[in-house]
C-alpha cells in the first residue's frame, strides 16, 4: 500500500490517575463516581482525554487530577505507571491510556468536579473486591498499581515519608505492613532496617510505648535509594 493511500487510524489519548495514601491504617486509593457515560455512576480511576495535540501528557494528568479531585500538582508526585491500550477496553473507540501513580502521605479529602459525581478515598482491599465494579479496565491499572507501590517500597525510603519526624521501629513497620498487606516478624524487620545504611538515623530521647516500655526514636536518614532493597518475605532478589 502506499503512503499516499493510507489513512491514520483514529486513536484517542488519555489519562488515568492511581492515587494511594495511607488513612486509618489502611492503603486507600482515589476514587471517583463518573458523572457521565460511559459506565455512569460507576466507580473509577480520575482521568479523561487530553485536551488538544498540544497538551503533555503530564500536563493533562495534572489538570485531570485538579478538575475531578480538587488536589493540585503540588501536593502529588506523578509517576508514569504503564499504558494501556488493549482493542475494547473503552467503548467510545479506541482509546490507548497513560496511567500515572502516586504514593503520599496526608493527602486531604478530595473534592469531585466536571464529570465525577463524586470523589472517595477507599481501601484498596474494597475497591479490588469481587461486588466491586470498576470502569474500564481500571481493576488491572489498580492491581498493577498496588504492586507498583509494594515495589516502592522496597527500593526508597518512601515510608518514612508516613511517619512523623520521629518515629519508633514499630510505627515504621506498620507502614509496611500495610502497604504489604503481610504481618512482619519484629525482630527480623529490626535488623533488616539496621542492615541498610543511612535509611534512618537515632534521634532524641525515647518514647514510652503502650506496654511501658521505652522505644527508640529515629528519623529518616539521607539515603532514598536502598541498598540493600527491603525485600518482602519470601522474595528473593
Not at 492511581?18 to 455512569?40: C, D, H, K, N, Y
Not at 504503564?82 to 491510556?97: K, M, T
Request: aromatic content about 8%; hydrophobic content about 40%; glycine content about 8%.
Amino acid at each position: 500500500m502506499g503512503t499516499d493511500s493510507w489513512i491514520p487510524p483514529k486513536v484517542l489519548v488519555a489519562v488515568d490517575l492511581l492515587i494511594f495514601t495511607l488513612r486509618a491504617s489502611q492503603l486507600q486509593v482515589l476514587l471517583v463516581e463518573r458523572g457521565v457515560e460511559p459506565f455512569r455512576g460507576a466507580l473509577a480511576l480520575p482521568g479523561g482525554f487530553l485536551n488538544s495535540s498540544e497538551e503533555d501528557l503530564i500536563d493533562a494528568a495534572q489538570r485531570e487530577l485538579a478538575e475531578e479531585t480538587g488536589l493540585s500538582w503540588d501536593q502529588v508526585r506523578l509517576d508514569q505507571l504503564g499504558v494501556y491500550g488493549a482493542p475494547g477496553r473503552d467503548p467510545r473507540g479506541r482509546v490507548i491510556s497513560v496511567a500515572y501513580l502516586a504514593i503520599m502521605p496526608r493527602l486531604p479529602e478530595p473534592v469531585a468536579g466536571t464529570d465525577a459525581a463524586d470523589a472517595w478515598w477507599i481501601p484498596t482491599h474494597r475497591a479490588l473486591a469481587p461486588e466491586t465494579s470498576l470502569a474500564f479496565d481500571h481493576r488491572q491499572i489498580l492491581i498493577d498499581g498496588v504492586e507498583r507501590a509494594r515495589s516502592q517500597l522496597e527500593h526508597s525510603a518512601l515510608a518514612t515519608a508516613f511517619c512523623g519526624p520521629m518515629f519508633t521501629i514499630s510505627e515504621l513497620r506498620e507502614v509496611y505492613e500495610v502497604v504489604w498487606d503481610i504481618r512482619l516478624d519484629p525482630r527480623n524487620f529490626y535488623r533488616k532496617v539496621q542492615s541498610v545504611p543511612g535509611f534512618i538515623e537515632p534521634a532524641g530521647p525515647s518514647r514510652k510505648t503502650d506496654k511501658g516500655r521505652p522505644a527508640r526514636l529515629f528519623r529518616p536518614g539521607p539515603r532514598q535509594a536502598l541498598d540493600p532493597p527491603m525485600t518482602r518475605p519470601g522474595e528473593r532478589r
